[in-house]
């Protein structure tokens, strides 16, 4: 049971065994963590479905032989895709190379052909089955402009790795760090807010002084939840003996174990596996779309 966060006092002293789970949940926790996810699956979910339907996977390819030679429109179709507001229609394309006739597909913004027409069709002379397009359409059926997608798992990254670097050092300290408590000296407004269910939180750097090996030192953190590190005279500083400045205000880092009445981490709770639902997410579409990725494409 949870002491009250007046009275919380760590006597487990380090090295503290902290479990693999809770270690997960800790690494994973915090908004801007969770933020960073979902950018960076729904990002992922975008660019693995529409930059491999789209001209950017043709950029690396290497040894074509272009050739032109009059062909056919056999069909022409609405998809239902769009660019630019316009529907994309994707055409199959017949022509006669040698006595042999082949088929492909091509692509337009906008119905430029009609079944039957006559057109000029470009063909790879090295495998006309594999490469051919009507002139004037594309290969795809999106353009290159697509890749702006890759910005969106981009940002969700950097918050990803920002965050983790921050969650990664609370549990080397939860650990090996050391109990000490720690006045707030300051409370400096940021730039920056964090807008939850339509309420809009501000965001505030705080330093706290304790007393580490001797001397007075400082702990900062920055957090929109003021009510966690306002609610005790002295807050909880976690700090390395033998690197009193490598240290963390415990309250103010998601997660973190709950502090017993015999001074002791209390293990996490399976509750807590919704902080992994996002991760794991973002593992599998990367995976699902990296071995059956082909299934998926458009076109």
């Not at 353009?143 to 080397?172: D, E, Y």
């Not at 015999?262 to 596996?273: F, H, M, R, S």
Request: charged share 20%; glycine share 8%; net charge neutral.
């Amino acid at each position: 049971m949870e002491t009250s966060p007046h009275t919380r006092h760590l006597r487990d002293l380090p090295p503290r065994q902290v479990g693999l789970f809770a270690k997960a949940v800790i690494l994973f926790s915090g908004f801007m963590q969770q933020f960073g996810w979902i950018f960076f699956v729904m990002g992922s979910l975008f660019a693995w479905i529409f930059i491999p339907a789209s001209t950017v996977r043709y950029w690396f390819e290497g040894g074509k032989d272009w050739k032109e030679v009059p062909g056919k429109v056999v069909s022409a179709e609405p998809t239902n895709s769009a660019v630019n507001e316009e529907t994309v229609y994707r055409y199959l394309h017949s022509f006669e190379v040698n006595g042999q006739r082949y088929t492909g597909k091509s692509f337009t913004a906008g119905q430029d052909f009609q079944g039957g027409e006559e057109v000029t069709i470009r063909y790879d002379a090295k495998a006309p089955g594999k490469a051919s397009y009507i002139q004037g359409s594309d290969r795809a059926v999106f353009p290159a402009f697509v890749l702006f997608i890759l910005i969106f798992p981009f940002v969700g990254l950097v918050f990803i790795i920002n965050s983790l670097r921050q969650n990664a050092k609370a549990i080397r300290l939860l650990e090996i760090g050391e109990f000490a408590r720690g006045s707030m000296c300051s409370k400096e407004a940021t730039n920056t807010t964090i807008k939850i269910n339509n309420t809009t939180y501000p965001v505030f750097k705080y330093t706290f002084e304790f007393e580490a090996e001797g001397r007075t030192r400082n702990a900062s953190c920055k957090t929109h939840q003021a009510w966690l590190v306002e609610d005790e005279q002295r807050e909880i500083i976690l700090y390395d003996k033998y690197n009193p400045d490598f240290n963390i205000v415990y309250d103010a880092t998601a997660n973190m174990p709950s502090i017993n009445e015999q001074g002791t981490l209390e293990a996490v709770g399976i509750g807590k596996v919704v902080y992994l639902v996002l991760p794991l997410m973002g593992l599998a579409i990367h995976l699902l779309f990296w071995w059956y990725g082909a299934p998926f494409t458009m076109g």
